[in-house]
Nanobody
């Protein structure tokens, strides 16, 4: 069992930056593929970024060049650095850990981009 606890988020003006953090429990963190998703009311959860256990990353086109996913296996942490934020980035963001077709979710954190 893995528990994911998210922190960060909040209200930021357009063009600003935020960093989301996700702390994972357990001793096998380095084996997990980690993802960030986001969801707005009435829409399905959408993939934002992926970081594989080897460190390879993939981004949604909408955030490419603005968001950076990273992980610290020694600290069991994954981060999402969000720069040049836009109002359309407003959503609840979720951290996800997946290994062997089993996945776990963080509690979600609200990010609001507004002037």
């Amino acid at each position: 069992q893995v528990q994911l606890v998210q922190s960060g988020g909040g209200l930021v003006q357009p063009g600003g930056s935020l960093r989301l953090s996700c702390a994972a429990s357990g001793s096998r963190f380095s084996l997990y593929t980690m993802r960030w998703y986001r969801q707005t009311p009435g829409k399905q959860r959408a993939l934002v970024a992926v970081i594989a256990r080897g460190g390879n990353t993939v981004y949604a086109d909408s955030v490419k060049g603005r968001f950076t996913i990273s992980r610290d296996n020694a600290e069991n942490m994954v981060y999402l650095q969000m720069d040049s934020l836009k109002p359309e980035d407003t959503a609840v963001y979720y951290c996800n850990a997946e290994h062997g077709f089993v996945d776990y979710w963080g509690q979600g954190t609200q990010v609001t981009v507004s002037s």
